[in-house]
């Protein structure tokens, strides 16, 4: 199982970096009310984390669960990248057209 730091996930979500206090906050909230790090990734209901946050980091866990993300592996001393979504679902969340549904039976 491949795992993204929750971290990164709320950040990628949120427009922001891990560093960012916004960001910072968001996942010590995830971890305080849903338990920990590892819950949320592994086995919080998708309808919690998007209650304690939005649908947006709940469809980033779903994505990295599924393993349906972006993986650039590293080459040559350069680090790899992840990216949670693609820049086609990026500018859907954007622009607020359709995307796709946040399905809650996981």
């Not at 086995?43 to 947006?56: G, Q, T, W």
């Not at 820049?87 to 996981?106: C, F, G, M, S, Y």
Request: aromatic fraction near 4%.
């Amino acid at each position: 199982m491949k795992l993204v730091p929750l971290l990164e996930i709320v950040a990628e979500a949120m427009h922001s970096t891990v560093a960012s206090q916004k960001s910072k906050d968001m996942f010590a909230k995830l971890c305080h009310e849903l338990t920990s790090e590892l819950e949320v990734l592994l086995r919080s209901p998708l309808a919690e984390i998007d209650k304690v946050s939005n649908k947006k980091i709940a469809e980033g866990v779903r994505k990295v669960r599924e393993g349906t993300i972006a993986i650039d592996p590293g080459f040559d001393g350069e680090f790899g990248k992840v990216a949670i979504w693609s820049e086609e679902e990026e500018n859907a969340w954007t622009q607020k057209k359709e995307v796709p549904q946040l399905r809650l039976d996981i």
